[in-house]
Structures are given as C-alpha cells and as structure tokens.
C-alpha cells in the first residue's frame, strides 16, 4: 500500500534541499533560509518546522507547495522518485571522493574522472 506521507514529506524535502542549494549559490546567508522556504511556500516557519519532523502534508497543502516550487500538480504524491536527499553513506562517499579529487594532480584527476565516466555509462538506467 502506498504510503503518500512518506511520500510527500521525502519529496517537499527534496524541494527544500533545492531551495538552500539555489540560496547558498546566489551567496545568501545559510541563517533564516528555513524561514525563507517557509514563507516562499505560503506557510508559518512553525509549521514548516513540524512538516520536516512529522506533520502530514494535506492534499491542498501539497498543492500549495508544487505551485511554489514551481513543479507539476502531484509532484509531491510520486513514490517511485529517486531520493534527492543524500543519506549518510551518500556523504561519505562524497566526501572521499572530494579528498581524493583534491589531493590528485592532474594526471590522477583524469583517471578518477575517467573511471566515474565509464561506471555511470555502465549502470542499468533507472527503470
């Protein structure tokens, strides 16, 4: 049985993870930017608070929230969508992968960006 809570709480944070990023690279302050997300979407800074905790979205709130973020009615329903929001492996991952690309010199950043090339055009497509 589909889980549609689950489903838009991953999903609206997702969008608010694009939100920061797109702040963050315009050179905002990482302070108030909840706040900011909060009154972009139409809602209290309170409520957004409990949404990212455990409050369920309704269908009128999700609505709300697609056509502030700009994305199609029922965005937020879809279960299937890859997770945009990293988990803790995710991070690790990157953060080594940033080490490593730091501490290589040029020759040493050809090969790791050939050996990533090569393995995405390797993996399955996603279904």
Known sequence: MPNITVARRR?????????????????????????????????????????????????????????????EAGWLDKEDRPSEVPDAAEDRFIAAARQAWRTANAKGKRELGGWLKKHVQDADPPP
């Open 11 to 71: 999903n609206v944070l997702a969008l608010h993870r694009r939100f920061l990023e797109g702040a963050v690279a315009a050179g905002l302050p990482a302070k108030g930017l909840d706040q900011s997300f909060a009154k972009k979407i139409e809602i209290s800074p309170s409520m957004w608070s409990q949404i990212k905790s455990s409050r369920p979205i309704g269908d009128n709130l999700a609505r709300q929230i697609e056509r502030h973020c700009d994305v």
